[in-house]
């Protein structure tokens, strides 16, 4: 059976109601959340090298040999790589660095996008990956269950949002106190074989980890569907979707750009303006990419192409120096910018926003971000292996071990109140709150039950 007596016997009678409180729903927490933060930290850890993964695993599509000699033009590429790959490129994006491949992004007919890689030099088409199929590619939607539909990304939100909450219930559970026993704090007591080392190696490890797992979580939340779609909309504005003092009076069109380009999250649900000389002739993409180049466009800017007579071409580029992030949209017509945004036009906000993204990818200080990504995550794997191995020991058999409810239910309540605030700001985990409060309810019940059926 789930529950039993044992279950509920777990912890010594002189543990004060609050701890038994609040140790039931971290326990609850942990349980929801374990599997979905192993996942996310090692995923995670790959992520935060992308760029040198891709390069050494896609290298014969990725790099080129460098030659003393001029490159070939933007429309050259883009046709030769629609000659290998037929169907309408939206998408070019110019080699970063001299050792770097063009890359070509189509529509094929049967809807599917590809992106074609092309020698710079020679015009040589190197191969196609489908877009977002490169190795780290798949790794990102991995680690956001993107693969699996908008279901499974809620799935992540709401264990993002029960992580901070299982944080904040561990560290009152970790806290020294007066009348604990010493040691379990910063160090470890016993050996593998015992519980007291897999409870201590767990603490320590959320004493240390703790605080960057709800850094993680928190700046994680932007991409989710439902919180990170709200806040997005909000911390964009409620007109054109531009920050602050960039709505201007051009015409826009219905178009986001989230939906035509690569793009930082505070710019997602930005309009694109349109361009509004149909009777001329368009510039071209050769024009346009001369044009970025001369606005000073940090190198590893993507071009979308114009969707339409009234499309624009739009050069956007996010590289880890947030000062360099930048969106220029161009008449296609005119080839003149109409609007020119970058990280310095965002709102407080969005920038607040945009440099937790930066540290949560492992881009705002190099290396040494990169690495601490790295370590935060063992650690997290750590917190959720210890987790599971202290309770597999503590655990009655044929019992869930359900840490044992207070002897004053008020005292749970608050807790419970206290995590409702929670489900208010994160409103797929309020409702997965009511489903865990629901399953309490049950478990109490078939406890009572059991206590009722057992011989005096």
């Known amino acids: 059976m789930l529950f039993s007596s044992k279950a509920a016997s777990g912890r010594p009678g002189g543990v004060p109601d609050l701890y038994r409180a609040v140790w039931r729903w971290h326990f609850y927490a942990g349980l929801l959340v374990l599997p979905f933060l192993i996942l996310l930290a090692v995923t995670g850890a790959l992520y935060a090298f992308h760029g040198e993964l891709d390069a050494l695993i896609h290298h014969d599509k990725l790099r080129v040999a460098v030659q003393d000699a001029p490159r070939q033009l933007p429309q ?60 780290m590619g798949i790794v990102r939607r991995i680690h956001s269950l993107a693969f699996f539909g908008p279901v499974a990304n809620g799935v992540i939100e709401i264990a993002a949002g029960w992580s901070i909450l299982l944080v904040g219930t561990g560290l ?76 201007v009076a051009l015409p826009m069109s219905d ?30 993409l050769d024009a346009a990419v ?18 339409g007579g009234s499309g624009v071409y739009s050069g956007s580029v996010y590289p880890s120096d947030l000062a360099q992030q930048r969106v220029v949209h161009l008449d296609q017509y005119s080839g003149q910018p109409l609007l020119d945004m970058g990280y310095a036009d965002y709102g407080p906000a969005g920038r607040a926003l945009e440099w937790g993204i930066n540290v949560h990818l492992g881009q705002e200080w190099g290396l040494a971000n990169q690495l601490g990504l790295v370590i935060v995550c063992l650690g997290i794997v750590v917190l959720c292996v210890s987790g599971a191995v202290m309770w597999w020991k503590r655990r009655p058999r044929g019992a869930l071990g359900v840490p044992p409810l207070p002897r004053e239910r008020r ?38 039950r059991a206590r009722m059926r057992e011989p005096a």
């Open 76 to 135: 050259q590429l883009v046709a030769a790589a629609l000659r290998a790959e037929p169907g309408t490129a939206f998408r070019y994006t110019p080699p970063s660095r001299p050792d770097a491949s063009a890359e070509i992004a189509i529509r094929n007919a049967t809807g599917e996008r590809r992106v074609v890689y092309a020698d710079p030099y020679s015009g040589r088409v190197l191969g196609a990956i489908a877009e977002k199929g490169t190795a």
């Open 172 to 247: 009152y559970l970790w806290w020294p106190r007066p009348a604990r026993e010493k040691g379990g704090v910063v160090t470890l007591r016993g050996t593998p074989r015992r519980r007291i080392f897999w409870r201590d190696l767990h603490a320590v490890t959320g004493a240390f980890v703790g605080l960057a797992l709800v850094f993680l979580a928190a700046t994680g939340m932007p991409w989710s569907g439902v919180w990170g779609s709200a806040v997005n909309q909000w911390a964009n504005g409620h007109d054109f979707g531009y920050p602050a003092g960039l709505r």
């Open 255 to 284: 178009e986001h750009l989230g939906h035509s380009a690569p793009t930082s999250w505070s710019l997602e649900q930005a309009r694109l303006p349109r361009s509004t000389h149909p009777a001329a002739e368009p510039i071209g």
């Open 290 to 307: 001369a044009e970025f180049d001369r606005l000073g466009l940090a190198p590893g800017y993507a071009v979308s192409l114009p969707a």
């Open 411 to 448: 005292v749970l309540r608050g807790v419970v109140a206290i995590l409702v605030l929670g489900g208010i700001v994160f409103p797929l985990v309020g409702l997965s709150l009511i489903v865990m409060l629901a399953a309490d309810r049950m478990l109490v019940r078939l406890g009572d």
